[in-house]
């Protein structure tokens, strides 16, 4: 499979990249993200894709976008990684090989838990991979990386976990000052590790990205210091998270006619854009309900066909504030395909996004193929959070964390009559406990190797948002 950028060579021109080559790369030397030339059609392998483990389907998924690591390696590496023991962190009575166990809060009506990895949030599904195939990419070409990160709250843990030890990766996160959880914070700034740079920028998670972005399109500063990224800008962020689309169409179907509804607490669309690719591919998904929390500008793109980016200083402090974006990154994925995969399109979109901007798509005939899409969305407030964290626990005695919420409010508004809706877990509760306590008037459960995290030492910088600040930091420590 080769790899062309929304913003470069148009899709009926040759594709250059290999999957290694933008594993690597992250961003695409012009500004866009990378996307396979074409998507798979797998609508035939369903069958025989059913009753395959997590890591068996993940390398067959897998397999179809990445054609330059041999096959052999590849499974290893998936089998490395989707095990048991990475995502042991399941609620009592489900199955840790399950790997994503799907609880059912009513017969058609589920929670796919993506959270059981080492952070506990759906980041892990995909960063466990990215640090077992940056080793390997690395180890093959004799080369290092420098990853420069952003997040809001969860990308920075599972990243930084992800990439613990492994000696040719260096990490360096930017996360925005105050604005994460307790928990999330202990998290990334408890670790004392020599590969591992915590930086907090004045600002949003906007901010942070902003930099990460005007970073790697410095060329020469990132050629010179080998800068990487693990935000979903990277294909394979994207690419590992088609896997759970699968497995969660399978867990909740009996048969390959069947249809499902996925909803998905929404950021920057890069968890929701996997689900659009997983529909492309053939996965019979007939609705992808995304939700958003009070930053709902990708809510109101999809009720409006208006795209109206906010800046930081209005974007709200939430209390699901992994997803305080308001400058989706994938976005831009959907609608290089929204467009008909025509790059000159979403260059001339992008100029005036990155220039501040806004476009409104409905005077375009690309509004009348948005419906094909199958999207739907809906926001949900901290009000509307604390009522379903109270009613899912009253009437199911399970506890789920804020964004969940957001998911679940969304899908309720937004089911289909009869088919089931899967509702992705992101985190887990224990993540943001101050909006619990709130909810339930009890402090979650947290596994036990994380007791205390917040009394251990943290060690961060905490500088402006700033290009210039960060890429001399970057350059004091490679
Ligand atoms: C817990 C949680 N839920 C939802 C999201 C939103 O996902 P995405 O940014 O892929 O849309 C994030 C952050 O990305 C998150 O950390
Ligand atoms: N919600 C994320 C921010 C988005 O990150 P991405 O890596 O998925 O692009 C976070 O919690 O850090």
């Known amino acids: 499979m080769k790899y062309i950028s929304t913003r470069g060579v148009s899709a009926n021109q040759s594709a250059t990249q290999s999957f290694s080559d933008i594993l690597l790369g992250g961003l695409a030397p012009d500004g866009g993200l990378y996307l396979p030339e074409h998507y798979p059609q797998v609508a035939d ?10 890591a068996e389907l993940a390398f067959r998924i897998l397999s179809l976008f990445i054609d330059d690591i041999p096959s052999a390696d590849l499974r290893a590496i998936c089998k490395k990684t989707y095990t048991a023991e990475t995502y042991r962190y399941c609620r009592p009575g489900r199955n840790a090989a399950d790997i994503v166990p799907l609880t059912s809060l009513a017969p058609d009506f589920h929670l796919l838990e993506l959270s059981n990895g080492p952070t506990l949030a759906f980041k892990d599904m995909a960063m466990q991979l990215l640090g077992n195939l940056f080793e390997y990419a690395l180890g093959k070409r004799g080369e290092t990386i420098n990853i420069l990160g952003a997040t809001s709250g969860d990308t920075g843990s599972a990243a930084e976990y992800a990439m613990l030890g492994k000696h040719n990766v260096r990490v360096f996160m930017l996360s925005p ?44 500063f990132k050629a010179r210091y080998k800068i990487g990224a693990v935000n979903s800008i990277n294909w394979a962020r994207v690419a590992a998270q088609i896997v759970y689309y699968f497995k969660g169409y399978f867990a909740a179907t009996r048969s390959n006619d069947d249809e499902v509804v996925f909803s998905v607490p929404s950021g920057n669309f890069g968890n929701i854009c996997a689900g659009h690719i997983a529909r492309m591919m053939g996965l019979p998904i007939a609705r992808l309900v ?19 980016p906010r800046t930081s200083s209005e974007t709200h402090v939430t209390s699901s504030p992994s997803m305080d974006i308001s400058k989706a990154s994938n976005f831009e994925r959907f609608v290089f395909d929204l467009v008909g995969r025509d790059a000159a399109v979403v260059r001339e979109l992008w100029q005036s996004v990155d220039a501040g901007g806004t476009f409104d798509l409905n005077a375009t005939p690309f509004m009348t193929h948005l419906p094909a899409f199958c999207f739907v969305s809906g926001s949900s407030s901290h009000a509307d959070r604390l009522a379903t964290i109270r009613d899912v626990w009253q009437r199911h005695q399970l506890m789920i964390d804020t964004h969940t919420a957001d998911g679940v409010k969304v899908a309720r508004e937004h089911g289909l009559p009869g088919l089931p809706t899967i509702v992705l ?3 887990q509760a224990v993540k943001f406990a101050e909006t619990i306590r709130e909810a339930l008037d009890r402090d979650p459960l947290r596994p036990l190797p994380l007791e205390g995290i917040e009394s251990l030492p943290q060690q961060v910088t905490v500088m402006a948002a ?13």
């Open 425 to 427: 877990e992101t985190a």
């Open 177 to 220: 000052e105050g604005r994460m959880s307790a928990f999330q914070r202990a998290q990334m700034y408890s670790l004392d590790e020599p590969n591992i740079f915590n930086i907090a920028v004045r600002g949003m998670f906007d901010d942070a990205q902003d930099i990460v972005k005007a970073v790697s399109n410095d060329a020469e």
């Open 290 to 308: 995304l939700a958003t929390n009070e930053n709902n500008v990708l809510d109101e793109f999809f009720r409006s066909g208006i795209y109206r």
């Open 466 to 478: 700033d290009v210039a600040a960060v890429k001399s930091f970057v350059a004091a420590r490679c």
């Open 45 to 54: 392998r369903l069958n025989e894709w059913r009753s395959l483990d997590y």
